[in-house]
C-alpha cells in the first residue's frame, strides 16, 4: 500500500475553503517558517479512501474476539458516543462559567457520586487521563498525608510480584523504593511475608485485587490491617474492576485511594493510544489533597471549585468526554446492571477456562475471576512458544490473547473473554484454542510461519525494535 506522500500529486487539492476576505498578517520572523512545509497534495476522496484502506487492516473489539487480558477489551455501546457528541457536551469551554455550564456540571456532579459509590470511596478527582497518572496521583496523596504528619522515614511501597508494571514505575516516579512482596503457590499474597516486611519504614501498599492471576485475594481484610498498624497506606488499583464492580468495594476492604480505569471497565474505546481517564477515589481524610473540581448543587444551581489549586496532574476536570461515556454506561445499566456486568465477566471466563483444561495448563486452580492465566512452559520445550500461538490466532478471525503478561508465570498467556461475549462465541473460540494447539502440537517446526494470512506476516521483532524504519525517506 502506497504512502499518502507517494500518492501526492504537485497542484492537487481537497480545500473547499472560501477566498480569505480579512487582512492578510506576516509572522514575526522569530515564529515562521525556515522550510516549505511538506505535506502531500490529494484530493479529499483520495484521503479518504486512503483511511478507509488503512482501516480495514486494522482489528478492533467491533471485528471479532479480542481476548486481551489486564485490559477489559468489551463492546463500547454506541449510544455513549451519541451522548458524548450532544453541543451541549461536545462544544463547551471550561472557562465559560459555571451559569452556561450547568448540564456539564450536572453530569461531573452525578459522575461524582456515581464512582465514590461504586469504589466505597469519599471523593474523587476526574483529573487523572490514564491508569498510570492515577497511581502517581494516589501515591502524591500518600506521600503528602506522610509529609503533613512530620513522617518522614517512610519511602518503601509494598507491591506484590504479581502487579501490573505500571506500579512499580510510579513508586520510582515518586522517588520511593519498592518492596517485592512474593505470591504463595496459589497466586496469593504471602500473609506471613508481608508481616515480616513491614516496618516504620512502609509508606504503603500497592494492591491489585483481583491480583494480575485473575485470582481474588481472600486475605485482603488482613492485609490492609497489617499496613495499617504499620502506619501505612493502602493503594488499589482498580484498573481491572471490571469483576468485582457492583459486588465488592475497595473502600470495605480497607483502602484509602483506588484509581480506576474508565477506558476498560467503564466503556471508552481504548487501545489506539486514548484519551483514556484514570479517575482517584479517596477517603474523607485524603479528599483535601485531591486536585480538580469539586462541583456541588446549590439552591442556584451547580457549581464548580478548585478545591486544591494549583496542586493539578491535567487541565480543569481531566478528560471529561470519557467520564461522560463511563456515567452514561452506569445510569443505562443501573445498579443490577453494574453487578450483573461483573458477575457475567466472571461466568464467562470460568467457562472459557474449563473447556480449555481439556488442552491447556491454566495457572488458576479453582475459579477464576474476569480472567485466567494458561502457561505453555511444557509446549515451549516442544517447539511451541506462547508467541507462536498467540500469532496463529491471527489467522483465525481473532486477536491474541495478552502474551508474557503477568511475569510471574512463563510462557503466559492471559485470556479475559468480558461479559459482552455470547455462550456461542464462546464455544467458537474454544474450538480455535483447541484447533490451533492440535495443529501446532503436531508440528511444531511450522509453528514460527503464523500468522499467513494477515497483510504482514511474522515480523522480526529484534531487527524492528533495534533498527526501526519510521521515517518515510522519499
Ligand atoms: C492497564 C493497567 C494499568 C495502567 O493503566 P493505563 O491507563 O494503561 O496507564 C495499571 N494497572 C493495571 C492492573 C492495569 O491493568
Excluded at 511538506?38 to 471479532?64: C, I
Excluded at 456532579?109 to 474523587?124: L, N, S, V
Excluded at 483481583?210 to 490492609?224: A, M, Q, R, S
Excluded at 491447556?360 to 517447539?383: L, P
Amino acid at each position: 500500500m502506497k504512502l499518502l506522500f507517494e500518492k501526492s500529486v504537485p497542484g492537487r487539492k481537497s480545500n473547499y475553503l472560501a477566498p480569505c476576505d480579512v487582512p492578510a498578517v506576516t509572522l514575526p520572523e522569530t515564529i515562521s517558517r525556515k522550510i516549505p512545509l511538506n505535506m502531500p497534495e490529494l484530493s479529499e476522496g483520495d484521503v479518504a479512501r486512503h483511511y478507509s484502506a488503512l482501516e480495514m487492516r486494522t482489528f478492533g473489539v467491533n471485528d471479532g474476539f479480542y481476548p486481551l487480558g489486564s485490559c477489559t477489551m468489551k463492546y463500547n455501546p454506541a449510544i455513549n458516543e451519541t451522548v458524548t457528541s450532544l453541543p451541549g457536551f461536545a462544544d463547551i469551554h471550561p472557562l465559560q462559567g459555571d451559569k452556561h455550564s450547568q448540564g456539564m456540571l450536572e453530569a461531573a456532579y452525578r459522575a461524582e457520586r456515581y464512582f465514590t459509590e461504586i469504589t466505597g470511596m469519599d471523593a474523587i478527582s476526574f483529573q487523572p487521563a490514564a491508569g498510570a497518572q492515577g497511581e502517581f496521583l494516589g501515591m502524591m496523596l500518600i506521600k503528602k498525608y506522610h509529609e503533613d504528619r512530620g513522617d518522614a522515614a517512610r519511602h518503601n511501597i509494598i507491591i506484590p510480584d504479581s502487579a501490573h508494571g505500571t506500579n512499580p514505575a510510579t513508586v520510582g516516579m515518586c522517588g520511593w523504593n519498592v518492596v517485592n512482596l512474593p505470591s504463595n503457590p496459589d497466586g496469593r499474597i504471602d500473609v506471613a511475608k508481608l508481616r515480616e516486611i513491614v516496618g516504620p519504614d512502609t509508606a504503603g501498599i500497592m494492591l491489585t485485587n483481583p491480583n494480575t492471576l485473575g485470582i481474588f485475594e481472600t486475605d485482603v481484610l488482613e492485609v490492609t490491617r497489617i499496613i495499617h498498624d504499620a502506619g501505612g497506606l493502602c493503594y488499589y488499583d482498580g484498573a481491572n474492576l471490571n469483576p468485582i464492580a457492583g459486588i465488592a468495594k475497595p473502600g470495605e476492604m480497607g483502602f484509602d485511594c483506588v484509581h480506576l480505569n474508565l477506558h476498560k471497565t467503564f466503556s471508552t474505546p481504548h487501545g489506539g493510544g486514548g484519551p483514556g481517564s484514570g479517575p482517584v477515589g479517596c477517603k474523607q481524610f485524603l479528599a483535601k489533597y485531591l486536585p480538580g473540581l469539586c462541583v456541588q448543587k446549590t439552591p442556584g444551581g451547580y457549581t464548580a471549585r478548585n478545591t486544591a489549586a494549583p496542586r493539578s496532574v491535567h487541565s480543569f476536570h481531566g478528560n471529561v468526554l470519557v467520564f461522560l461515556r463511563a456515567l452514561a454506561y452506569v445510569m443505562t445499566l443501573g445498579s443490577d446492571g453494574v453487578l450483573e456486568m461483573s458477575a457475567h465477566a466472571v461466568l464467562n471466563a470460568n467457562y472459557l477456562m474449563k473447556r480449555l483444561r481439556e488442552r491447556f495448563e491454566i495457572i488458576n486452580k479453582g475459579i477464576c475471576m474476569h480472567e485466567f492465566v494458561i502457561t505453555m512452559e511444557k509446549e515451549a520445550k516442544q517447539g511451541v512458544s506462547a508467541k507462536d500461538m498467540a500469532k496463529a490466532f491471527l489467522d483465525n478471525g481473532m486477536m491474541a490473547p495478552t502474551m508474557y503478561f503477568p511475569l510471574i508465570v512463563k510462557e503466559a498467556l492471559m485470556v479475559e473473554p468480558t461479559e459482552t461475549e455470547g455462550k456461542e462465541t464462546l464455544d467458537d473460540v474454544a474450538d480455535i484454542f483447541i484447533k490451533l494447539y492440535d495443529t501446532l502440537m503436531a508440528n511444531p517446526e511450522t509453528a514460527h510461519d503464523y500468522p499467513k494470512t494477515t497483510v504482514i506476516g511474522r515480523p522480526n521483532e529484534v531487527e524492528a525494535a533495534r533498527n526501526p524504519r519510521v521515517q518515510f525517506l522519499g
